[in-house]
């Protein structure tokens, strides 16, 4: 009752906040929310010299490095075609970098190519398979330790890959059920996590001499992610673990026992989920955990101080340390709040000095900006349900339109920060509602595991009772409420409009999830040893036959009778565009007013303006004629 109470006097106290706000706050054209970063991928080099990018130039991205003692900055790559997908620095003088491809989460095209743009090569051939680095760091100034599933596109073996050569000899075999591999502070192979797929495994070795053998098992449901090794204690590591409690804590586990040894830092009312080893100083340095947002929790005095030095140079705002040198002396600093998108600080540790690099978004006026207000109710079972409110600066908080924003899945959660399109649907006047309902992450594991096989049911609930209790607070118009997803998200959109009972008087889907049949064939072959755990979560596909169906839009278009948007990416592989095309017709034929939106690619990620801008302005008439005007 007391975190309700606190929750909801924040709520009440920022809520008046939002109403003093004047009117007449401009809107702000669509590209200004949604516009590419010019400049991307900010990385330091291991010594320290050198900053590299990732520069948009029209529609081509290339690689630059800037000499940190000079100023000087030089373009590596030429790309004309293809851009870069992802980067790293291997050592002092080289990086490697991924091409983007048609589907670049199946296929591998690795170069390496000198920091001063010369010697550029090859490392992989362009195959059906995918390349996962397992560890940065470079052994013998030539191997890198990578994942690839070449062999078997089921499972992902260790290689040694030569950087200079290009070689790749196998260093571990998978045996056919691991489904990671984890170094230790020495790029050494010394951890792997094997799954039956419902159970996982650790497994542990001494040294690469030795055998992995078994740890501890545990269902999928509890979690165990290591950290780090603790540093001469080579059997001891640290993990975010959640065995025998409901909320994760920072653990130190004892690998030649299997057994916990202690609790780092942890309670039952906080949720860890994530924690810095410093491989410089060989300790932690400090846990995150969630409340309504990110808080840190030091576990070394000297990364207190340094975080207290970025908060004294960048006040009120949220830091997060993106990249660092092998000293620990020059890092990458990205800033943001719920309001404005940040930007990215160089800083040195040594002298305090701090130089700013560029905005994320430099059109965005923070001022112009809404708040993003925690709020909390209670589901008609008795469950508290945490999410967002987001309320337009320029309207009294009271009868307004809403937009309800549910999160993608299966699971996944928001999260307090800069989000476009909240701030996008806020600035046209929507009250922007987010809901973590159960199945969420962040909030334990029994409430997580409160939403397996709730997709169209108790999920759809949680939403709804959300809306109602909107509803009882008079700040949503009971006949101006629309729902909007992406995902799992579009299909608790389109799942609203048969399941909610007249809550939503419409809804859009960003590639929805109209039936999660077809979902689960579509899973890749390599994710195919945690298909049962996809079958707890979602439903098995001959067992929950009814239940399935029920919550795939599909099949329910007879009970759809209010307007929808449909966007539909073509190249997705996790919907059928047969079935979405069906759909629509199927919806057209009963005189459902459809607005149906395809397009070549995901729109939302990279440099594609132009079907991002289609994609918005498509949304916002959608709203408009559907719940503004009414």
């Not at 909610?500 to 994710?527: D, E, R, W």
Request: glycine share 6%; charged share 25%.
């Amino acid at each position: 009752m007391m975190v309700y109470k606190r929750y909801f006097c924040l709520f009440l106290m920022l809520l008046g906040l939002s109403c003093s706000q004047g009117e007449g706050v401009r809107t702000m054209p669509v590209e200004d929310f949604f516009k590419s970063q010019d400049k991307v991928g900010y990385r330091v080099s291991p010594d320290g010299k050198n900053l590299s990018y990732l520069k948009l130039e029209g529609k081509n991205q290339n690689l630059y490095i800037e000499n940190l003692e000079t100023g000087k900055d030089k373009k590596v790559t030429k790309l004309k075609e293809k851009n870069i997908n992802f980067y790293f620095w291997v050592g002092n003088n080289d990086l490697i970098y991924y091409k983007e491809n048609g589907d670049a989460s199946r296929e591998s095209d690795i170069f390496i190519i000198n920091k001063d743009g010369s010697n550029e090569r090859q490392l992989t051939e362009n195959e059906r398979s995918r390349i996962r680095v397992l560890d940065d760091q470079l052994m013998d100034d030539k191997y890198l330790l990578v994942s690839s599933n070449k062999r078997d596109s089921t499972v992902f073996d260790v290689y040694r890959l030569n950087v200079r050569e290009g070689a790749m000899v196998m260093a571990a075999k998978n045996p056919g059920n691991i489904t990671d591999w984890i170094t230790d502070a020495e790029g050494k192979l010394r951890l792997a996590i094997s799954s039956d797929g419902v159970n996982e495994t650790v497994l542990y070795r001494a040294n690469e001499a030795s055998a992995f053998k078994p740890v501890m098992t545990n269902n999928f449901k509890t979690s165990v992610r290591p950290i780090a090794f603790a540093h001469n204690q080579p059997n001891i590591i640290y993990a975010i673990s959640d065995v025998n409690r409901d909320k994760a804590a920072l653990v130190e586990i004892d690998c030649n026992t299997g057994k916990e040894n202690k609790v780092l830092f942890g309670n039952d009312t906080i949720n860890i989920t994530d924690a810095q080893y410093s491989r410089k100083k060989q300790r932690l340095s400090f846990v995150v955990y969630e409340t309504w947002k990110k808080e840190k929790h030091y576990l070394d005095d000297s990364a207190k101080i340094l975080y207290n030095n970025l908060d004294k140079l960048l006040p009120k705002t949220e830091t997060r340390i993106m990249d660092r040198d092998k000293a620990e002396n020059v890092y990458l600093v990205r800033t943001f709040t719920d309001r404005n998108p940040g930007s990215y600080y160089l800083y040195v540790a040594e002298t305090g000095k701090l130089r700013k690099l560029s905005d994320f978004n430099s059109a965005i006026r923070e001022e112009e900006m809404c708040e993003m207000k925690p709020i909390v109710y209670t589901s008609r079972d008795g469950l508290k349900i945490h999410g967002y409110l987001t309320l337009p600066l320029n309207k009294k908080a009271e009868n307004l339109p809403v937009v309800v924003l549910p999160h993608d899945g299966p699971v996944g959660r928001n999260l307090w920060g800069y989000n476009p399109e909240v701030q996008f649907l806020a600035n046209r006047g929507y009250a922007v509602f987010q809901v973590n309902y159960r199945g969420s992450a962040g909030y334990g594991k029994a409430f997580m595991a409160a939403g397996f096989k709730e997709w169209g049911c108790k999920i759809q609930k949680d939403i709804n009772d959300g809306v109602k209790w909107l509803i009882s607070k008079k700040i949503a118009d009971p006949k101006r409420i629309a729902i909007y997803g992406s995902g799992f998200g579009g299909q608790i959109a389109l799942t609203g409009l048969y399941s909610g009972k007249g809550t939503y008087v419409c809804a859009a889907s960003n590639s929805g999830i109209i039936n999660l049949f077809t979902y689960l064939k579509s899973i890749p072959p390599y994710l195919k040893p945690s298909l049962q755990m996809y079958y707890e979560i979602i439903g098995n596909p001959l067992t929950d036959v009814e239940r399935m169906r029920q919550a795939s839009p599909l099949f329910q278009v007879d009970k759809i009778n209010f307007p929808v948007f449909i966007a539909h990416n073509t190249k997705s592989r996790n919907i059928n565009s047969g079935e979405t095309i069906q759909f629509v017709k199927n919806l057209q034929k009963r005189n459902i007013s459809v607005n149906y939106l395809e397009m070549e690619g995901d729109p939302f990620h990279g440099k594609n303006d132009e079907s991002r801008q289609k994609f918005y302005l498509g949304l916002e008439q959608f709203l408009e004629a559907n719940l503004k005007k009414k």
